[in-house]
């Protein structure tokens, strides 16, 4: 395991997401599959996990906590982010910061993340009756939050600004960064950004929820001409090895053989040369010529849905069926859970929850468009 310094902590440079557990087919969490993925990446040096109050509609804080117990404290590192909820009052948010302990079980925070100040979002977390920062920074200095950083998909304008106001305070930064988003996202421009103020940076969506795990063929065969023995999830991290001020890579991993490809790709330091990176976002460029859907799985629009629709499903399902293909496909459509596209009634819940902005209700109405 390749492992960064930061500060007076050497953190293994590969962290455990748990945003994805295993679930069972009612979509409940598979607590002793994520038990034998916990187990494989403790003993194999992975030192760092990363949850939030909204993964896995809250459960994923809890086992987190559970299954970390058995392992000495100072053996791992537990990251848990202030929601981006909207909160009525100062004591709800302390409610909240409290909660969160009580759930991982846990005294302290070695990390903890403003989560997901986005242009939406800053407001909540700069609001004064709310006093968000002024807490967590009390926190810190009580000893119950040993790091303070925040994660974004805030605009450029917007990260500018909120850096410009609190980067004193802000310890390091989670982006969302892989060779698609590089430009899709400007990625590119926020790694400038933050090296410029010396934060170093938290990787997450190094594999965009899985949908860089798999090329076309033709673009799988451009890799291989490099690198024949490297997997293309292998080419995701090796990109990211690459990036100047990369501190921390977050993986979901969600089965043994993701853990185990991932502990492979970091025993060791590979970066991509210029001319591989170069035929990488050449790649990109192919793929972003085209319109694609730019869903990563997180799942924050699912617990908005009143009609309680897969909407990452069907909108994997709209891809791969309408745009990646280009055609009408043929036959009959199977939907996830029985639910169709024509059951949304375009609140716009879930494009307020949505990292990715991307206009959900206008996709539904499109898919079952198609269908007629």
């Keep these: 395991m390749i492992y960064k310094q930061f500060k007076d902590k050497s953190l293994s440079s590969l962290g455990l997401g748990c945003m994805r557990f295993p679930t069972d087919e009612s979509g409940a969490v598979d607590e002793a599959k994520a038990a034998e993925i916990f187990d494989l990446c403790m003993k194999n040096g992975v030192n760092y996990y990363d949850t939030a109050w909204f993964y896995h509609q809250g ?98 304008p917007v990260l500018k600004d909120f850096l410009a106001k609190y980067h004193a305070h802000m310890e390091f930064c ?13 990625a590119k421009e926020k790694v400038e950004i933050l090296n410029g103020y010396g934060i170093p940076i938290w990787v997450m969506e190094p594999v965009r929820g899985g949908r860089l795990a798999s090329l076309s063929s033709d673009h ?69 010529s085209k319109r694609t859907l730019t869903c990563t799985n997180c799942k924050y629009c699912v ?12 909108l994997k399902l709209f891809n791969d069926k309408f745009l990646v293909s280009g055609s009408t496909p043929k036959g009959k459509i199977t939907f996830p859970d029985g639910k169709m596209p024509s059951e949304c009634i375009a609140c716009r819940a879930c494009e307020q929850k949505c990292p990715q902005k991307i206009e959900i209700s206008a996709i539904m109405e499109e898919f079952a468009g198609k269908l007629k």
């Excluded at 990390?111 to 700069?126: A, E, G, K, P, Q």
């Excluded at 969600?254 to 790709?265: M, P």
């Design 174 to 186: 989670q982006i969302q960064l892989n060779w698609l988003d590089y430009k899709l996202q400007n």
């Design 59 to 156: 459960k994923s804080e809890e086992l987190t906590g559970r299954l970390l117990s058995k392992y000495p404290r100072d053996s791992y590192y537990v990251a848990d982010k202030m929601p981006f909820n909207k909160f009525s009052s100062h004591e709800e948010v302390v409610k909240t910061f409290e909660t969160q302990l009580a759930r991982t079980g846990l005294d302290y925070f070695d990390f903890y993340l403003l989560h997901n100040v986005s242009d939406d979002t800053v407001s909540i977390f700069t609001d004064e009756k709310l006093k968000i920062i002024d807490f967590v920074l009390e926190q810190k200095r009580l000893g119950r939050i040993r790091h303070l950083g925040f994660s974004t998909h805030a605009s450029i």
């Design 220 to 288: 799988e065969a451009v890799l291989r001409t490099y690198r024949p023995e490297e997997s293309v999830p292998a080419w995701c991290f090796r990109f990211l090895q690459g990036i100047e001020g990369v501190t921390m890579v977050l993986s979901g991993m969600s089965d043994l053989s993701q853990v185990k490809d991932n502990l492979k790709t970091h025993a060791e330091n590979k970066p991509l040369s210029a001319e591989e990176q170069a035929a990488l976002l050449s790649i990109a460029d192919q793929i972003l």
């Design 303 to 314: 617990t908005e849905c009143p009609m309680e629709l897969p909407i990452p499903s069907l």
